[in-house]
Nanobody, 128 residues
Framework: QVQVVESGGGLVQPGGSLRLSCAVSGFTVDDKAIGWFRQAPGKEREGISCISSGESSAHVADSVKGRFTISKDRTRNTMYLQMSSLEPEDTAVYYC?????????????????????WGQGTQVTVSS
């Protein structure tokens, strides 16, 4: 049974940093392409990043490039999203999502329909 559980969200001041975790079970983090999404109130779900199995490829959205980094810890079977230089516009519910494929699609990795399993989300609020 596949399970995806995010954690690490919270309230942070502008310019601050936060690390989100995505603990998975039912498979290993090297078996599938895994992505991070976010959804702000009144907005569509946005793909932030995707990393392929074996880290053969990774994608990062322009909106967070240079500030957010995706990584994985195989020993903990956990994915991470390291966020820095946070802005109020980064406020959203952040989701971890698992694809049925090994690799992130080069031109469609940011589409939510490419992913099969989703966590419940974790709230990130950037405010002073």
């Amino acid at each position: 049974q596949v399970q995806v559980v995010e954690s690490g969200g919270g309230l942070v001041q502008p310019g601050g940093s936060l690390r989100l975790s995505c603990a998975v079970s039912g498979f290993t983090v090297d078996d599938k392409a895994i992505g991070w999404f976010r959804q702000a109130p009144g907005k569509e779900r946005e793909g932030i990043s995707c990393i392929s199995s074996g880290e053969s490829s990774a994608h990062v959205a322009d909106s967070v490039k240079g500030r957010f980094t995706i990584s994985k810890d195989r020993t903990r079977n956990t994915m991470y999203l390291q966020m820095s230089s946070l802005e109020p516009e980064d406020t959203a519910v952040y989701y971890c999502a698992v694809s049925a494929a090994f690799y992130c699609r080069d031109y469609g990795w940011h589409n939510s329909y490419e992913y099969t399993y989703w966590g419940q989300g974790t709230q990130v609020t950037v405010s002073s």
